[in-house]
């Protein structure tokens, strides 16, 4: 056996008269008079390889063996097919039986499963049509933000995953110690702090899972001019919304010499890029989605896809809701963060496309984004989409040495902490900017899937570190 096989994406596009050899995992096994008939994949694409066994072809104990979850592989030929949905089927031959699944036992049965049920069975529901169709996506947006960068010659940073420095100011961080031990007691195991001094603790001081990569690639950025992070980041937020993990993965451009302009511009291409792609080369997948989880979603993708932002100001925003004569559960005035309800209603009922709002109250943004002239806002922005709002925040960065001094000071943040942070502001500053973007929150918008723990393979949250 050898990767280099042909996978069943590539099988089901094939001659008829072609002997073939098809690897999987059985979806169904249906008997008929003098015909049994194999619904097969291996996860390459949405669609089922139909196997017809003729009797007698394989040997009753071999057939037996061949049931929902056991791993296979069929000798056969490509012969044409007289059902609808697919141009060829396998005529069996012979029959490799890899693994065998109980079937009485067997957890991804052909019958729907809950989302919650198939979240105890991570390991497995990848096997399904769901979860199989929302991985595809996944990889293929990975690919495609990779290929959207480095295309424009961004360079990938590899930002540390260990940090002493809370990025946001927000506090929810955790924390990283081997200044504990196991104590085993009746009630089972449990942890002991062994000292409580940061000077003997590994890292010497406290330090921290990683909140956000975008200080630490700024400082590539003032060097490089353009890069970008794409890894894993950790919030400690005792949440359990559709809409937040502890354990997730973070998209996050900076560019150099670039300003709040720059900044859209980016943001908009990099949106447009990606919906694009996957409107391209996940088809059948999409369809499904389109199907069974999100009516009207390829018409939204492509609406986005197609359209040119709006670009409004916070101020702007606000007087629109203010004015709309909408009663949100979240009540409207300068100065409140804006809600997924307002962000929606301006997307989808009064601009009715994509828009960037600009110039945030400074109160309610991070310290180290740009102050305005105006002494009340910061040159911030967030790309809200129909169906969900928000989907990417960025902003310019403050690259003045007294301002971002006094910012730290004003958030209660110790200086000494970012001494590295003020040093870039100290030694060739420039003007740059940069966004962040959650995946799994893209991965969602792109599969319309309404729970953020069924885009990722295991989810880490409240309560839930399984697998």
């Not at 999987?24 to 196997?51: C, M």
């Not at 009797?55 to 044409?80: M, P, Q, R």
């Not at 110790?414 to 100290?426: G, H, N």
């Amino acid at each position: 056996m050898d990767y280099r096989r042909t996978y069943l994406k590539d099988l089901l596009t094939g001659k008829p008269g072609t002997l073939v050899e098809a690897y999987g995992w059985v979806k169904t096994r249906r008997d008929s008079k003098g015909v049994s008939f194999v619904q097969l994949n291996d996860g390459s694409i949405f669609t089922d390889l139909q196997v017809v066994i003729p009797a007698g072809t394989i040997n009753d104990d071999d057939l037996k063996k061949v049931t929902t979850g056991s791993s296979v592989k069929f000798d056969g030929e490509l012969v044409e097919s007289p059902g609808s949905g697919q141009s060829v089927e396998l005529l069996a031959k012979a029959v490799t039986i890899y693994g065998e699944a109980d079937p009485a036992t067997y957890p991804l049965q052909k019958k729907g499963a809950s989302f919650e049920f198939l979240r105890e069975i991570a390991h497995l529901r990848v096997r399904g049509n769901t979860f199989g169709a929302v991985m595809r996506v996944r990889n293929r947006a990975a690919y495609a933000v990779h290929s959207f960068f480095q295309d424009r010659g961004f360079n990938w940073i590899h930002t540390p995953v260990i940090t002493a420095s809370d990025c946001e100011g927000a506090g929810a961080m955790f924390a990283v110690t081997t200044s504990m031990e196991p104590v085993e007691t009746a009630e089972g195991t449990r942890f002991k702090l062994t000292s409580d001094d940061p000077a003997e603790d590994f890292f010497g001081k406290p330090a921290y899972l990683t909140v956000s990569g975008q200080l630490n690639v700024e400082t590539q950025c003032l060097g490089l001019t353009n890069v970008y992070t794409f890894g894993p980041t950790f919030r400690a937020e005792n949440s359990n919304t559709p809409r937040h993990l502890a354990e997730f993965w973070m998209i996050e451009p900076e560019m150099a010499f670039c300003d709040i302009t720059g900044d859209m511009n980016l943001a908009e291409e990099f949106v447009r890029s990606i919906i694009k792609d996957i409107l391209t080369h996940c088809e059948p997948d999409l369809a499904f989605f389109d199907q069974r989880i999100e009516k009207g979603l390829i018409e939204t993708l492509t609406h986005v896809a197609d359209s040119d932002f709006e670009r409004v100001t916070y101020t702007e925003a606000i007087d629109m809701l203010t004015k709309s004569g909408e009663s949100f559960e979240f009540p409207v005035s300068w100065g409140c963060d804006l809600q997924s309800e307002h962000e929606r209603w301006l997307t989808e009922k009064h601009i009715k496309r994509p828009t960037i709002v600009t110039d945030y109250p400074q109160e309610i943004k991070a310290f180290y984004m740009y102050a305005n002239e105006d002494g009340k806002t910061v040159r911030a922005m967030d790309v809200l989409v129909p169906r969900i709002g928000e989907l990417i925040g960025g902003s310019q960065r403050e690259d003045r040495l007294d301002v971002l001094e006094a910012k730290i000071k004003a958030n209660d943040l110790p200086l000494e902490a970012y001494w590295w942070y003020l040093d870039l502001r100290r030694y060739g500053s420039v003007p740059h900017a940069g966004f962040g973007l959650g995946f799994e929150r893209l991965v969602m918008y792109l599969t319309g899937m309404k729970n953020i723990r069924d885009v990722i393979p295991f989810h880490r949250s409240s309560g839930q570190a399984e697998f």
